[in-house]
């Protein structure tokens, strides 16, 4: 599977970005599909995940409420709503897939997207 985010930018505190991923081929319905950011310094961590049906997701505490995944299985993509952003949320945002329910472990994430560009600044 071959990922593309895109939608990324310069947004002031406060304010809010939607994220998208667009996977190729036929099987993205088969996989979960997570999403994580890097801040400069940082390590890769996780902010959110979607079961592959889409009715179940899962968050980080520091974005849950703030960020919502979706998913839409017959465009192959999958969407971050980020709402209430903070300077705090700048990262580069990848989205990736893995076949493991629930995870969070980016161990478990099998394919990644290049990464996006947010950065949260006045």
């Known amino acids: 599977v071959q990922l593309q985010a895109s939608g990324g930018g310069l947004v002031q505190p406060g304010g809010s970005l939607r994220l998208s991923c667009v996977a190729s081929?036929?099987?993205?319905?088969?996989?979960?599909m997570g999403w994580f950011r890097q801040a400069p310094g940082k390590e890769r961590e996780f902010v959110g995940a979607?079961?592959?049906?889409?009715?179940?997701?899962w968050y980080a505490d520091s974005v849950k409420g703030r960020f919502t995944i979706s998913r839409d299985n017959a465009k192959n993509s999958v969407y971050l709503q980020m709402n209430s952003l903070k300077p705090e949320d700048t990262a580069v945002y990848y989205c990736?897939?893995?076949?493991?329910?629930?995870?969070?472990?980016?161990?478990?994430?099998?394919?990644w997207g290049q990464g996006t560009q947010v950065t949260v600044s006045s």
């Open positions: 979607i079961g592959k049906s889409g009715i179940k997701t």
């Open positions: 990736a897939v893995t076949p493991v329910y629930y995870s969070r472990s980016e161990a478990a994430f099998t394919s």
């Open positions: 081929g036929r099987t993205f319905s088969t996989y979960h």
